[in-house]
């Protein structure tokens, strides 16, 4: 028997989301029900509400969820009725690189997080005008409650605030597992993050507990520099009125830093990146770009650097394992991200993209 949820709908590419009564159909046995508390708003959610990324729309958008499990399909055996909950990226668990812990990199990531139907190719969604996609990132969080994959579970402490939990699905696992799993900076050494929202926000956190001793935030919003210093950065630069490259030659004494890590996506903001770095240092990406988007970089005296750039997805994190870890470093005060959060209403979601859009806030997050 089908359940009335109400839904944040996508209805058009670069279309407000309208807030509608749909109906979630049966749970299938590979499926785990749940009632959505929170769901943490990414800038992901909007790249595909304005058509960059392929989600068929109409769609109900959302891959920050947190909320406690109604009910189990037959074959789940992680999670039980009344289990909290945070959800995460979706992945097929059969590729050769879901086999060898790379979940990340999953080789049917597309299909899994952004096809908008099951594998047999139904959707959980419907309205009285036909379905609605669904299942995004194995969840479509910004409904009341959901039919989400197993992939998409994970496990947390019963004693944690839900509503603080959500944004650890997506945005905050992305920077901080940036840091923690692919940089792995050793103490001592120099991080640079361009763009500090949520998720360079969470990469300057992560630099402090991995003892980087030089942390350096840059953004264009002095709003949010200022929380970058609240949060961990040791030194924080606005491009708008400062020469980045220069001014971080500066902080490190001419030697570049060892890590920088780019937020942004922006072809020229990867180049003063590559610029500033140190012989040897590794320049990560993590921002999503339009599909076909070119960026250069200087390959002759650049050459003797023996830099290294790299791109990441989702933290390379095993959400499962990586997740309860942040909680716990939550707990101990070591990773505060609860100050980058605002909540919202669910009336109020189009307001919540517009703010984060503006840089008036960092993570928004809607709370049923």
Same mark, same amino acid.
């Given at each position: 028997m089908s359940t009335t949820v109400t839904a944040a709908v996508a209805p058009g590419t670069g279309q407000p989301l309208t807030i509608q !009564?749909? !109906?979630l159909d049966d749970l299938r046995p590979d499926e785990v029900r749940v009632h959505m508390v929170a769901t943490g708003i990414c800038h992901t959610d909007a790249i595909v509400r /304005? @058509?960059?990324? #392929? *989600? #068929?729309l109409p769609a109900v958008l959302g891959h920050e969820g947190a909320g406690i499990v109604e009910a189990v399909g037959s074959a789940i055996i992680t999670v039980a009725p009344g289990d909290h909950v945070v959800l995460s990226a979706a992945y097929c668990g059969h590729c050769k690189n879901c086999r060898a812990g790379l979940v990340a990199y999953c080789e049917n990531l597309m299909a899994e997080d952004f096809g908008g139907r =099951? =594998? /047999?190719g139904s959707t959980s969604l $419907? +309205?009285? *005008? @036909?379905p609605i996609s669904s299942h995004f990132f194995g969840q479509s969080a910004f409904a009341t409650r959901a039919n989400v994959v197993e992939t998409s579970i994970i496990k947390v402490d019963p004693t944690v605030p839900l509503a603080a939990l959500a944004p650890l699905g997506c945005g905050l696992q992305t920077g901080a597992g940036a840091v923690f799993n692919e940089l792995r900076p050793e103490a001592g050494t120099s991080l640079v993050v361009f763009g500090v929202g949520a998720v360079g926000s969470a990469a300057i956190m992560a630099a402090r507990v991995a003892g980087c001793t030089t942390v350096i935030g840059v953004d264009l919003h002095d709003s949010r520099l200022h929380l970058a210093e609240q949060i961990g950065a040791t030194h924080t630069i606005n491009p708008a009125t400062t020469d980045v490259v220069a001014e971080i030659a500066k902080i490190t004494r001419g030697e570049g830093v060892n890590y920088a890590l780019d937020t942004t996506a922006v072809p020229t903001v990867l180049r003063q990146a590559a610029a500033a770095l140190s012989i040897r240092g590794t320049l990560a990406l993590v921002g999503a770009a339009k599909p076909g988007t070119d960026v250069s970089f200087e390959i002759g $005296? +650049?050459?003797?650097k023996g830099w290294t750039f790299k791109t990441i997805i989702q933290g390379s994190a095993v959400p499962q394992v990586f997740i309860p870890r942040l909680v716990k470093l939550w707990q101990q005060g070591r990773f505060p991200f609860d100050k980058l959060i605002q909540t919202y209403a669910l009336d109020d979601i189009n307001t %919540?993209? %517009? /703010? $984060?859009? +503006? @840089?008036k806030i960092i993570k928004p997050v809607i709370v049923f």
């Open positions: !009564q749909l !109906q /304005d @058509g960059i990324y #392929p *989600t #068929p =099951r =594998r /047999d $419907s +309205s009285e *005008t @036909g $005296s +650049s050459l003797v %919540a993209f %517009a /703010d $984060s859009e +503006s @840089g």
